[in-house]
């Protein structure tokens, strides 16, 4: 499903990503952890070219992402993205932040955008606050509207960057229950977090990045309880600590 | 002569409140073409200014920072007298529409830029993700935000700059000042300038309540 290869990533004199290779398969949902700075949300947003990945390439669903005659608002689409900052707009109501694309990009009337974007609100269990403000919702009930406006328009891949770093503790186990029954529902996820008991019952593989390359990777067995590199241990180690 | 004969002369109000009328008029439809043409303008810089083109944008913040430091006064007499001796002369009303036009331009383009930089990367990048293009995102996005946060200093900036239209009084335009001035001097009494303030009152004062609504209209729930 994503096939990236040799990632480079320049901001001026930092060299954030150094090469990075990733395949994800279809159906698969991938973990990544690593210390900050180390260049796994920059890697996120290369991938639906948030970020413009200095070199290499990256294709997503057969479709080569960095070639120019791409049309990459077709493109991303297919490529769901949910932020740490939910990025909910705050001028519209949920069912407005998730219909909106629906109709400007899908090309949907009204009435079957409101339809499709009732049942994406449905599936992350808010239906009832469709006419709520992103301001009259908790951050884990923004934080799932977020994802019902990437679900809606029935992406092959989602990403997520830390979607759940900036809820308070009792507000996490919902996010994660949604993330969780899309993963069931079968589709192709890559999910920066440090939620590391999401990460062991729901990925199919964790990867490690430190200084802007892939240190390690396994299932989460391997990566969380025999980790090899003595980078990841420490890593392990100090987030398991806090956890 | 008293006070009241002074100021409040009935007869000579009666008399010139014909020619204040008419200046209201002459007030009500330049201030109207200021704000519209004005703000459009503006509205029109600051979005051509987000497009980043840099030579396009040195070029937006020179004229708008010339405009925003010349005195509106300057600029009318300079385009009534100046511009004839390049061969077209704009009549006091078109000198006086295009002088106050260009300032609001100039104060209207900064409050909108100042709004569309307000708004968060966040809001740019969950809309591009979502596979909307720059113009939709500012469409639909990022300018309708914007806009609930200028409301407020674009109101006052507006209501400052449309008072300006006294102005036109020194190129020989007949709206409320001008009209009220002619009027003192042939009458000897400042009577009419009463009729005059009158006249701004009855303009302005619903504008700014105006302004006020418009704010807590488009003050969404937070």
Known sequence: ?243 | MSFLDTFFNAAVMARYAPDILRGLLVTIRLAALVVVTGLGTGLALALLRSLGIRPLNWAIVFVVDAFRALPPLIIIVLIYFGLPGAGWAPSPFVSTWVSLALVLMAFAEEIFWAGLTAIPAGQWEAARSTGLGFGQTLAHVVLPQALRLTIPPLTNRTIAITKGTALGSVVALSEILGAASSAVSNSYNPSPLTLGTAAYLVLFIPVVAFGRWVETRFAWKR
């Open chain 1, 1 to 243: 499903m994503i096939q990236a290869r040799a990632i480079h990533k320049h901001f001026g004199a930092l060299h954030v990503l150094r090469g990075v290779d990733l395949a994800v398969a279809e159906r698969e949902l991938v973990f990544v952890i690593g210390p900050s700075g180390s260049g796994k949300s920059t890697l996120l947003r290369c991938l639906n070219r948030l970020e413009e990945p200095s070199s290499g390439s990256i294709v997503i669903d057969g479709i080569d992402l960095l070639d120019k005659r791409t049309d990459i608002n077709r493109v991303r689409q297919r490529i769901g993205m949910v932020f740490q900052s939910f990025n909910l707009y705050p001028h519209m109501t949920a069912l407005g932040n998730v219909t909106l694309a629906v109709r400007k990009v899908g090309g949907k009337s009204r009435a079957e955008a409101d339809a499709i974007g009732l049942a994406a609100l449905e599936r992350v269990g808010l239906a009832d606050r469709a006419d709520h403000h992103p301001a009259q919702l908790s951050g884990g009930q923004q934080q799932r509207v977020a994802i019902a406006r990437a679900v809606a328009l029935e992406p092959r891949v989602m990403l997520f960057d830390e979607p759940t770093s900036a809820l308070d503790p009792e507000l996490v186990g919902g996010v994660l229950k949604v993330m969780r029954e899309l993963r069931e529902s079968g589709m192709t996820m890559v999910v920066v977090s440090h939620e590391m008991g999401f990460a062991r019952s729901a990925a199919d593989r964790v990867i490690f990045m430190a200084d802007g390359a892939i240190v390690e990777q396994g299932t989460p067995e391997a990566v969380f309880g025999a980790p090899v590199e003595a980078r990841t241990r420490a890593f392990i180690g100090q987030i398991q600590r806090h956890a």
